[in-house]
């Protein structure tokens, strides 16, 4: 597709030329270059702006012969770093640049954060863009491909930067001949090919990846084929790609047509399937949406896609639709319509869909429900006593009317009789319906004929023009009371439909708002339907899921209605009989109270996973420790106490007392790190034993200083003698100090010493830690208690970061808790609470 001008210039802005790869080492770069070189022998003036070879010989052969442009060097945490010169691509302002890596993120100190913000800026600036990017770097797939593989991906690219490409091509190749590739050493170095092969290249994984690069793709064509016929105009389907419509009523015969609709887009690999249900533009249409709800349920979880669309004409609407999606076949039910009920109202939406159909194939799907529905009802449905009035009505009226106006026959002319008739037809029409209304017409048509039309008392007519106005007379008494019953009926159904959709939007309003979901549906259930109790229950066993009553239920023994929720689950309310019509939102309600069940099952059943995943997590972050951390401390010591068996070197005093000394601060380290790992593993455990006592600060604060690895570190205890005693495990209360001083100690401030103070408040004692350094940003506190947190600490060699998740553990165990705060003037202060041991009771111990 072609740019628009960028702003401002004249000029027209810049084409992109994205090649998409399924994997690292498909031959993305590669390619790019050959197209460089293609161009470059056309004459375009082609420079690369920033090209990464990864030490692949053959890609690197590639850019002779091409302008590459000096990269920037920029400096981030201690370390030089290339990246693209921006400035010098626009300055050079070649007619195309090669910008490889799209996805990349920049170093810090450019104009812009991402590469892909780059060649934006790059393409305003008219320059044509040639990039590559994996499929597992687009915004939209990165979480699959984290499932796919176990590895994030921490650079992304929008989606929609790939998708204005004005060219998108996908750079493929097999998985097997890619693992070739890699184990011939043409895309890793030799010690990284073993273990590349053995993880995220293997052969399901590259096959997943390759599948989504090709349906990515795929998709992107199929947006460019229906810009490309919407600018053209095209209407007729273009059989590319096989898709299936279904049209959906909200009839009982749904679930086999959708399962029919499904078997027909299975046997085309790629098939799509559409389901949809075309509602009326005044929102009166009769579908039940408890039904429809159902059978979009069931056509998601075949893989389908759900839609609506508004239209008073059923065939066109679903034509437009199936021509809008590009459908190549239409899947529609038989009509449940009676072979007198076609007769009577002609052909249905079947036989009009065919006959307007052209190039889509349209299926009629039998069913059980074919040909089983009823004779169209003449008058709307109305209560047994209202249909008994109108009758009545309808035979009474006209005779009422006829004893008055045969009073009046004097006064009042034949016109003014047939339309005092018209009128009471019309009444008739509204009390009792149609068919009601037929019966008075009826009547009043030889009412008026006996006893006004000459000669009167027969019904013998002898003049012409008074028998062209009896039948005028009932031709329109009976297309009066047609349209007034039929206007009637949609007032009827209008307001029913109002008072359903402000049942349902109050309904879901309720559920979004509410924590728990199930229990406010039941309510609503029984409040909306006036019952007097509603109750989920459990089909296998009849166990009461959730229940709710009204405050003051009706007489016991009343109507008990049921409805399925899923497959496992009853829905039972007793109260007043439920109507049919309310049935069908009874419907609607029960799909709900499905969806919300089925969320409380995940719920549990995620809060179950949850602890495994945490120690899982705890595990893996143990192990690391182990790996590193471990090892440091364990080395030192070993090499220092090798040193000094070694037969072959004679050490003199002062190296061998070095020698030591390393050593044993090793092992004080090691020793320190491996009490904390296994004091963390038994609070997670919670196998962790408190033996609590009465215990004073000034006591055991210079035991906690011992421990530390500076025993002169600048810490300066203040009001410590005057705290009352706590109630603590003095062992571990130890460590809590000892840690929490050496966390202060860490971040000081240079010269400055780390106060350590108490005070009582309450049944509680403060015991505050207060340091000088830079302070924690609100947004971290939480986080530096997390284990394995090193804020601001770019190795490992000061520890795993167990410090102050197991201080604040220790300090919860022993009934305190321990939190950060602001020091005034700057700094951290920790807050250590405590029990008083003067106003608790010790409690029993574990």
Same mark, same amino acid.
């Given at each position: 597709?072609?740019?628009?001008?960028?702003?401002?210039?004249?000029?027209?802005?810049?084409?992109?030329?994205?090649?998409?790869g399924s994997?690292?080492g498909?031959?993305?770069?590669?390619?790019?270059?050959?197209?460089? @070189?293609?161009?470059?022998e @056309?004459?375009?003036?082609?420079?690369?702006?920033?090209?990464?070879?990864?030490?692949r010989?053959?890609t690197?052969?590639m850019?002779?012969?091409?302008?590459?442009l000096p990269?920037?060097? @920029?400096?981030?945490?201690?370390?030089?770093?290339?990246?693209?010169?921006?400035?010098?691509?626009?300055?050079?302002?070649?007619?195309?640049?090669?910008?490889?890596e799209?996805?990349?993120?920049?170093?810090?100190?450019?104009?812009?954060?991402?590469? $892909?913000q780059?060649?934006?800026?790059?393409?305003?600036?008219?320059?044509?863009v040639?990039?590559?990017?994996n499929?597992q770097?687009l915004?939209?797939?990165?979480?699959?491909?984290?499932?796919?593989?176990?590895i994030?991906?921490?650079?992304?690219?929008?989606?929609?930067?790939?998708?204005?490409?004005?060219?998108?091509?996908?750079v493929d190749m097999?998985?097997?001949?890619?693992?070739?590739?890699?184990?011939h050493?043409?895309?890793?170095?030799?010690?990284?090919?073993?273990?590349?092969?053995?993880?995220?290249?293997r052969?399901?994984?590259?096959?997943?990846?390759?599948e989504?690069?090709?349906?990515w793709?795929?998709g992107?064509?199929?947006?460019?084929?229906?810009?490309?016929?919407?600018?053209?105009?095209?209407?007729?389907? $273009?059989?590319?790609?096989?898709?299936?419509?279904?049209?959906?009523?909200?009839?009982?015969?749904?679930?086999?047509?959708?399962r029919?609709?499904?078997?027909?887009?299975?046997?085309?690999?790629?098939?799509?399937?559409?389901?949809?249900h075309?509602?009326?533009?005044d929102?009166?249409a009769?579908?039940s949406?408890?039904?429809?709800?159902?059978?979009r349920?069931?056509?998601?979880t075949?893989?389908?896609?759900?839609?609506?669309?508004?239209?008073?004409?059923?065939?066109?609407?679903l034509l437009?639709?199936?021509?809008?999606?590009d459908?190549?076949?239409l899947?529609?039910?038989?009509?449940?319509?009676?072979r007198i009920?076609r007769?009577?109202?002609?052909?249905?939406?079947?036989e009009?869909?065919v006959?307007?159909?052209?190039?889509?194939?349209?299926?009629?799907?039998?069913?059980?429900?074919?040909?089983?529905?009823?004779?169209?009802?003449?008058?709307? #449905?109305?209560?047994?006593?209202?249909?008994?009035?109108?009758?009545?009505?309808?035979?009474?009226?006209? $005779?009422?009317?006829?004893?008055?106006?045969s009073?009046?026959h004097?006064?009042v002319?034949?016109?003014?009789?047939a339309l005092?008739?018209?009128?009471?037809?019309?009444?008739?029409?509204?009390?009792?319906?149609?068919?009601s209304?037929?019966l008075?017409?009826?009547?009043?048509?030889?009412?008026l004929?006996?006893?006004?039309?000459?000669?009167?008392?027969?019904?013998?007519i002898?003049?012409?023009?008074?028998?062209?106005?009896?039948?005028v007379?009932a031709?329109?008494?009976?297309?009066?009371s047609?349209?007034?019953?039929?206007?009637?009926r949609l007032?009827s159904?209008a307001?029913?439909?109002?008072?359903?959709?402000?049942?349902?939007?109050t309904?879901?309003?309720?559920?979004?708002?509410?924590?728990?979901?199930?229990?406010?549906?039941?309510?609503k259930?029984r409040?909306a339907f006036?019952?007097?109790?509603?109750?989920l229950?459990?089909?296998?066993?009849?166990?009461?899921?959730?229940?709710?009553?009204?405050?003051h239920?009706?007489?016991?023994?009343?109507?008990?209605?049921?409805?399925?929720?899923?497959?496992?689950?009853?829905?039972?309310?007793?109260?007043?009989r439920?109507?049919?019509?309310d049935?069908?939102?009874?419907?609607?309600?029960?799909?709900?109270?499905a969806?919300?069940?089925?969320r409380?099952?995940?719920?549990v059943?995620?809060?179950e996973v949850?602890?495994i995943?945490?120690?899982d997590r705890?595990r893996?972050?143990?192990?690391a420790?182990?790996?590193?951390d471990?090892?440091?401390?364990?080395?030192?010591?070993?090499?220092?106490?090798?040193?000094?068996?070694?037969?072959?070197?004679e050490?003199?005093?002062?190296?061998?007392?070095?020698?030591?000394?390393?050593?044993?601060?090793?092992l004080?380290?090691l020793? #320190?790190?491996?009490?904390n790992?296994?004091?963390?593993?038994?609070l997670?455990?919670?196998?962790?034993?408190?033996?609590?006592?009465e215990?004073h600060?000034?006591e055991?604060?210079?035991?906690?200083l011992?421990s530390?690895?500076?025993?002169?570190?600048?810490?300066?205890?203040l009001?410590?003698?005057?705290?009352?005693?706590?109630?603590?495990?003095?062992?571990?209360?130890?460590?809590?100090?000892?840690?929490?001083?050496?966390?202060?100690?860490r971040?000081?401030?240079?010269?400055?010493?780390?106060?350590?103070?108490?005070?009582?408040?309450?049944?509680?004692?403060?015991?505050?830690?207060?340091?000088?350094?830079?302070?924690?940003?609100?947004?971290? #506190?939480?986080?530096?208690f997390?284990?394995?947190?090193?804020?601001?600490d770019t190795?490992n060699?000061?520890g795993?970061?167990?410090g102050?998740?197991?201080?604040r553990?220790?300090a919860?165990a022993?009934?305190?808790?321990?939190?950060?705060?602001?020091?005034?003037?700057?700094?951290?202060?920790?807050?250590?609470?405590?029990?008083?041991?003067?106003?608790?009771?010790e409690?029993e111990?574990?």
């Amino acid at each position: 597709m072609a740019r628009d001008l960028t702003p401002g210039t004249g000029t027209r802005s810049g084409r992109l030329r994205v090649y998409l790869g399924s994997a690292p080492g498909v031959g993305k770069t590669y390619r790019m270059l050959d197209e460089a @070189r293609r161009r470059q022998e @056309r004459g375009a003036d082609v420079v690369v702006g920033f090209i990464e070879c990864h030490g692949r010989r053959h890609t690197e052969g590639m850019l002779a012969g091409l302008e590459v442009l000096p990269r920037v060097r @920029r400096t981030y945490r201690d370390a030089e770093f290339e990246e693209m010169d921006l400035d010098g691509v626009l300055a050079r302002r070649p007619s195309v640049v090669l910008v490889d890596e799209l996805a990349h993120t920049n170093i810090p100190g450019g104009r812009n954060a991402k590469r $892909w913000q780059d060649v934006e800026e790059l393409l305003a600036a008219g320059i044509d863009v040639i990039s590559t990017v994996n499929v597992q770097h687009l915004e939209s797939l990165n979480d699959v491909v984290r499932k796919i593989t176990g590895i994030p991906q921490r650079e992304t690219v929008p989606d929609e930067v790939v998708r204005r490409a004005d060219q998108i091509e996908l750079v493929d190749m097999a998985p097997q001949a890619l693992r070739r590739r890699m184990a011939h050493g043409n895309v890793y170095k030799a010690e990284k090919v073993d273990a590349a092969l053995s993880n995220y290249f293997r052969v399901g994984n590259l096959t997943a990846l390759r599948e989504l690069a090709l349906l990515w793709v795929a998709g992107r064509v199929d947006e460019g084929l229906r810009d490309y016929r919407a600018d053209h105009n095209i209407d007729r389907v $273009w059989e590319t790609r096989e898709r299936v419509v279904v049209a959906l009523t909200g009839g009982p015969e749904g679930e086999t047509i959708i399962r029919r609709a499904a078997r027909i887009a299975d046997r085309t690999a790629g098939g799509d399937l559409l389901a949809v249900h075309v509602t009326r533009s005044d929102g009166l249409a009769g579908a039940s949406s408890g039904a429809l709800a159902q059978q979009r349920q069931l056509v998601e979880t075949l893989g389908g896609s759900y839609h609506v669309v508004v239209g008073d004409d059923i065939p066109t609407a679903l034509l437009a639709f199936a021509r809008a999606h590009d459908a190549t076949q239409l899947v529609l039910g038989t009509s449940r319509r009676g072979r007198i009920n076609r007769f009577l109202t002609g052909p249905g939406i079947g036989e009009t869909t065919v006959d307007a159909s052209e190039d889509i194939d349209v299926h009629m799907v039998t069913h059980e429900f074919t040909g089983r529905g009823k004779l169209p009802s003449l008058g709307r #449905r109305h209560s047994k006593r209202r249909t008994i009035a109108g009758y009545v009505a309808g035979f009474v009226v006209p $005779w009422i009317l006829t004893g008055i106006l045969s009073q009046a026959h004097h006064s009042v002319n034949l016109t003014t009789d047939a339309l005092i008739f018209q009128l009471g037809v019309v009444i008739v029409a509204l009390l009792g319906g149609a068919t009601s209304a037929l019966l008075a017409a009826v009547i009043a048509s030889l009412l008026l004929n006996y006893f006004f039309i000459p000669p009167v008392y027969t019904l013998t007519i002898t003049e012409t023009n008074n028998i062209v106005a009896l039948v005028v007379f009932a031709a329109v008494a009976l297309a009066v009371s047609t349209v007034v019953d039929h206007a009637s009926r949609l007032t009827s159904r209008a307001a029913r439909a109002t008072a359903e959709a402000e049942t349902l939007s109050t309904l879901a309003g309720s559920v979004l708002r509410g924590a728990d979901a199930l229990p406010a549906l039941l309510e609503k259930s029984r409040t909306a339907f006036g019952m007097d109790s509603v109750a989920l229950l459990s089909r296998s066993g009849g166990e009461v899921l959730a229940h709710c009553e009204a405050e003051h239920p009706g007489e016991p023994g009343g109507e008990t209605t049921e409805v399925q929720v899923g497959a496992d689950a009853l829905l039972v309310l007793t109260g007043r009989r439920l109507p049919a019509a309310d049935q069908r939102v009874l419907t609607a309600f029960a799909a709900h109270v499905a969806a919300a069940l089925e969320r409380d099952r995940l719920a549990v059943v995620a809060a179950e996973v949850e602890p495994i995943k945490a120690a899982d997590r705890m595990r893996t972050a143990l192990l690391a420790a182990v790996s590193h951390d471990l090892r440091t401390p364990l080395a030192a010591a070993l090499a220092s106490v090798g040193s000094l068996r070694s037969p072959d070197v004679e050490f003199s005093p002062e190296d061998q007392a070095e020698l030591l000394a390393t050593a044993d601060e090793s092992l004080v380290k090691l020793t #320190r790190l491996v009490d904390n790992l296994l004091d963390m593993s038994r609070l997670q455990a919670g196998a962790l034993t408190l033996h609590l006592t009465e215990i004073h600060l000034d006591e055991i604060l210079p035991r906690a200083l011992d421990s530390l690895t500076d025993p002169y570190a600048p810490v300066q205890p203040l009001d410590l003698d005057t705290a009352p005693a706590v109630l603590a495990d003095p062992p571990l209360l130890e460590r809590v100090l000892a840690n929490v001083i050496t966390n202060a100690l860490r971040h000081n401030a240079p010269g400055a010493p780390v106060l350590v103070t108490a005070s009582h408040h309450a049944d509680q004692v403060e015991v505050r830690v207060i340091d000088r350094g830079p302070g924690i940003a609100p947004e971290d #506190r939480d986080r530096v208690f997390l284990p394995f947190q090193r804020l601001g600490d770019t190795d490992n060699t000061t520890g795993v970061g167990l410090g102050l998740a197991l201080s604040r553990g220790l300090a919860e165990a022993m009934g305190g808790s321990l939190e950060v705060e602001d020091t005034p003037g700057g700094g951290t202060t920790m807050l250590l609470t405590l029990p008083a041991a003067a106003t608790r009771e010790e409690p029993e111990h574990e």
